[in-house]
């Protein structure tokens, strides 16, 4: 016996949500469009390429026909945006002859939903949970995880870049999920209610059926985790290092299309009299990353810093909160602009 | 120097509302102006007491030839309803030729920010001399009741269209007020909750788009049968390419030629393409890593730059005809010596990229060497403008619109300036925080300043390989940037960067013909 909805139900669903006044973000093919043009389409109209076309983003819907279920193994973005943003204020401040006046700027939060994530951005939450609430409980971030429900659409299929059952996850993997969705074919899913919260999203909306979804089995395992963090361990100052990330060129797209690299930097914008502290993300492949006042940086180079990287997610990460930062995504190897990626690094380790 | 008159006296407003503006519209007007010519003409206009509005506030500079960009940007961020930049009139610089390096960068600046969507009738350019103090107050006068006529500029419209970020700033947001009041802050105010405010807000394009969601799919690898035979992360794909009948001989060929010169020892490292991406090959046995095919899109040139690369001695470079153009630019900025390094130009029947379209270099011209033959002809120039010329075919808000939604995905992983050849400085203006010129949040104003910069400091040195767009993971169509320059080069100085090694550098570089139709 299973719970099932169907595809029309479930965009339902979502429509009611939305009106309810609840933020809802899923796949979405997202492209700005202006009067009837996009310039790039015009532009695909005479070729084949594949740069400029429209990325396929977590990203919130304003109407239930935005929702992509098919055809695609995942966005290119994550989900921690919805949690964790890019770019969140912290304080208002403003200096009044000798005081500082502090305010809040941060928008009162609503609930949302984040329908059909994919288990690895759904695990990436209670991963994240340890280290926003470590030495210091990191309100914010607290707030926004309470009011989300995550609804985890399970992967029919996987592409090169795929490597969750290596890191101890799969296409059905329940961990950081409110309700799980199983494709049964045919616009029918199967629900499986995880937590309270996903059971009060589905109350009464679901139909009972003898249907039970089967589930792949995903991309093969490709390397031994724990054999990984024992090397970085080992090998702080291998030439491996180097030989392995020449072609790397110093960006961030991989941090930050990760569902858990969580770095941020804080900064002050304004003047001298008024302004704001805000938090933005950062990335340890920057140079500026771990720059010194004193002009000293302790990670140089490039493989310094992919070391760095890998360093954190499988050794120090795991030392300190008992688990790796890393959910297979693998969407550090498909946004490389130089073909890279941990898996790359991984299995040639 | 009469330094006691910095604000040059005046005499109050001469000009009241006018039109259906708010009444109590006092334009803000900022004048960046030459410290020997047009200062001094404002100070004349002072000492012999001609009246003028005082809406404009002067900020002195030595020369026009030092008026960064970006001040012009930073007005208007920080609220300025129109700009005007003046200095000496042409022959007339205290240092020879400052006006007229700016000149030139002011013609081209104006056509990005056109692109941008900017109102180009809050922009003005002017020469005056030391000598017009009437003419300084004409301008003021005239810029002053244009400015009032026009209203209050809202730039990017005035709001943040940071709806995508996870903020939870929609104005219909209801329920669960948490402990954080929503206060008053006059940052909140300018990138707070509100909706754009002016122009079409930008509609996104909804998922049903057959040919889109297909392509996505193939892309994708989803069906079975594909992914089986993908190799490599980047999935392949089939397209029509007359590539993979020519590139079997030709990667052969380009593996023996590097086999040779390794073993030589002539080069101490091949930068080529790899089944993954860029390979670094450094031993003879290992060239059968390298690959010809139509992946090969990457554009090696960058890697000549990097230390780590450096560090393994002499290369040897795979490039394709666009790739060399910017071995032209890096030679004649003096970044690469061109005798120490082996180019290996590979004939190029076109990667199935939008530039490939249009492509007049699929033959490499200034290699050491040239692997394989191509039969492929020069397109049509026309085409190259084709997609540019539909955005700009768009009122100036609209186009403003459309960029900010674009804009909005930005997440500042800056993996459009790690991939550019040209983009090799030490240290990024975006990184310098003494002063902070570009914010660097990833906010709609952070990444408006961030891309025109981006675009601009790439002005006559662009060599149009399109990296930065492949690079970036939220899909911004940013050649549109570089192909508004581009456009402008060829239009306004017959240039194109990276064709001709003899041709002297556009930006950096000046001519007393140069023309224009803007400045007064």
Request: contains cysteine.
């Amino acid at each position: 016996m299973s719970a099932t909805i169907s595809q029309a139900a479930l965009r339902g669903l979502v429509a009611e949500w939305i009106s309810q006044g609840k933020r809802v973000a899923g796949p979405r093919l997202v492209s700005s469009e202006v009067g009837a043009v996009r310039p790039s389409t015009l532009l695909r109209a005479v070729s084949a390429s594949r740069t400029g076309e429209p990325p396929l983003l977590y990203a919130p819907l304003e109407s239930s026909d935005q929702l992509t279920l098919e055809g695609f193994i995942r966005p290119a973005n994550s989900i921690k945006e919805f949690i964790f943003p890019k770019h969140q204020e912290l304080y208002g401040y403003r200096i009044t002859g000798k005081g500082i006046e502090l305010s809040a700027v941060e928008p009162p939060a609503r609930e949302q939903v984040l329908i059909a994530a994919r288990p690895c951005d759904a695990a990436s939450l209670p991963i994240l949970d340890h280290v926003f609430n470590w030495d210091y409980k990191d309100e914010l971030y607290n707030l926004r995880r309470q009011l989300t429900t995550v609804v985890t659409l399970a992967c029919a299929a996987h592409d090169d870049a795929c490597f969750c059952t290596s890191v101890g996850l799969g296409p059905a993997a329940e961990r950081g999920s409110d309700a799980l969705l199983l494709e049964l074919g045919e616009g029918e899913y199967e629900v499986r209610c995880l937590t309270e919260k996903g059971k009060a999203l589905f109350d009464g909306k679901l139909q009972s059926s003898e249907r039970v979804a089967s589930v792949s089995a995903g991309p093969e395992k490709r390397f031994e985790a724990e054999a990984v963090g024992a090397f970085v361990k080992e090998h702080f100052d291998s030439a491996f290092w180097p030989a392995q990330t020449l072609a790397c060129l110093g960006c961030g797209a991989c941090a930050y299309t990760c569902p858990t690299c969580h770095c941020f930097d804080i900064v002050d914008e304004g003047n001298i009299e008024r302004g704001v502290r805000a938090r933005n993300w950062d990335s340890c492949q920057f140079a500026m990353f771990t720059l010194h006042a004193s002009g000293h940086n302790p990670r140089p180079n490039q493989p310094a810093r992919q070391r760095q990287r890998i360093d954190h997610k499988f050794h120090i990460y795991p030392e300190k909160f008992g688990e790796i930062l890393c959910t297979g995504c693998g969407n550090c190897a498909r946004n490389c602009p130089a073909g890279m990626g941990v898996l790359g690094v991984l299995t040639a380790l | 120097m009469n330094d006691h008159t910095v604000s040059p006296p005046s005499v109050g407003p001469t000009v009241g509302p006018v039109g259906d503006q708010p009444s109590g519209f006092e334009p803000k007007i900022v004048a960046f102006v030459c410290n020997w010519c047009t200062y001094l003409g404002a100070d004349l206009a002072g000492t012999t007491r001609l009246e003028y509005p005082p809406n404009v506030r002067i900020i002195r500079l030595p020369c026009t030839g030092r008026i960064d960009f970006n001040l012009i940007i930073k007005a208007f961020e920080i609220g300025a309803d129109s700009v005007l930049v003046s200095g000496c009139h042409p022959g007339d610089c205290h240092y020879t030729s400052g006006n007229y390096h700016a000149r030139r960068r002011w013609i081209l600046f104006r056509e990005l920010l056109q692109t941008l969507g900017f109102d180009l009738e809050r922009i003005h350019f002017t020469w005056i001399s030391a000598a017009e103090g009437h003419k300084w107050q004409q301008t003021v006068k005239e810029i002053t009741e244009k400015t009032r006529k026009l209203g209050p500029y809202k730039y990017l419209c005035s709001g943040d269209a940071a709806s995508r970020s996870g903020d939870f700033t929609s104005p219909s947001s209801v329920g669960l007020t948490a402990e954080l009041s929503n206060s008053e802050t006059p940052s909140s105010s300018q990138r707070g909750s509100a909706p754009l405010t002016c122009g079409k807000p930008p509609a996104f394009r909804a998922a049903p788009d057959p040919s889109s969601s297909s392509a996505q799919a193939e892309r994708l690898s989803l069906s079975p049968r594909a992914e089986e035979t993908v190799q490599g992360v980047r999935p392949a794909e089939s397209r029509s390419l007359s590539a993979s009948q020519a590139a079997e001989p030709q990667v052969q060929a380009l593996r023996e030629a590097c086999r040779r010169l390794l073993a030589e020892g002539s080069v101490k490292v091949v930068i080529g393409y790899g089944k993954r991406g860029p390979v670094f090959v450094t031993r003879p046995e290992d060239v059968e890593q390298l690959v010809w095919n139509d992946h090969c899109l990457a554009n090696l040139t960058v890697y000549l730059k990097r230390k780590e690369i450096r560090a393994l001695g002499r290369p040897a470079i795979v490039v394709k005809g666009c790739d060399e153009r910017a071995l032209v630019v890096l030679e004649k900025e003096s970044q690469i010596d061109r005798k120490e390094m082996h180019v290996l130009g590979m004939a190029c029947p076109g990667m199935g990229e939008a530039k490939c379209e249009t492509c007049e270099v699929h033959l490499p011209r200034f290699a050491d060497e040239v692997i394989g033959e191509s039969g492929q002809h020069a397109a049509e120039s026309g085409e190259r403008w084709k997609s540019l010329e539909a955005l700009l075919a768009l009122p100036p808000a609209e186009r403003m619109a459309y960029w900010a939604s674009e804009f909005d995905r930005c997440v500042k992983c800056y993996a459009c300036r790690q991939v550019c050849p040209m983009c090799y400085c030490e240290r990024c203006l975006v990184e310098k925080n003494r002063p902070t010129v570009i914010e660097p949040s990833a906010t709609a104003k952070g990444n408006l300043a961030w891309h025109i910069m981006r675009a601009f400091h790439l002005a006559g040195r662009c060599v149009g390989c399109d990296e930065c767009t492949r690079a970036c993971p939220a899909g911004i169509d940013l050649r549109l940037l570089n192909l508004s320059l581009a456009k402008a080069e060829e239009e306004h100085f017959a240039y194109r960067a990276g064709m001709d090694p003899k041709a002297e550098l556009l930006v950096g570089a000046y001519s007393l013909q140069d023309k224009e139709n803007f400045i007064r």
